[in-house]
């Protein structure tokens, strides 16, 4: 079992800059790839950035590719996304999830067993 809890949310202006962090319990954690996923209101639930067990590989969605980072620290069970350059279409709640074990595309929600409450990210403009 593994508990995910996200913080760092927030309001803030367009151009600006935020970092989320998801804290996770549970043994599994170092050896589950680790993913952020957002949802706009009314929107469907949106990939954002994924990244593997060991941070060897690492996926973005187009939108965000050069302005959002994700990393982890395998040792303090810590998964983060930095996001820069922010806009008003980057506003919706962002949720970490943790994969099952043996993912595919790691893009897909179906691969993520364990998710978080979601942060509140608004960006105005």
């Known amino acids: 079992q593994v508990q995910l809890e996200e913080s760092g949310g927030g309001l803030v202006q367009a151009g600006g800059s935020l970092r989320l962090s998801c804290a996770a319990s549970?043994?599994?954690?170092?050896?589950?790839?680790m993913a952020w996923f957002r949802q706009a209101a009314g929107k469907e639930r949106e990939f954002v950035a994924a990244?593997?067990?060991?941070?060897?590989?690492?996926y973005y969605t187009d939108s965000v590719k050069g302005r959002f980072t994700i990393s982890r620290d395998n040792a303090k069970n810590m998964v983060y996304l930095q996001m820069g350059s922010l806009k008003p279409e980057d506003t919706a709640v962002y949720s970490c999830?943790?994969?099952?074990?043996?993912?595919?595309?790691?893009?897909?929600?179906?691969?993520?067993?364990?998710w978080g409450q979601g942060t509140q990210v608004t960006v105005s403009s």
């Open positions: 999830a943790a994969s099952r074990q043996f993912p595919g595309d790691l893009a897909s929600f179906l691969q993520y067993i364990y």
């Open positions: 549970g043994r599994t954690f170092s050896s589950q790839s």
């Open positions: 990244i593997t067990w060991n941070g060897g590989r690492i």
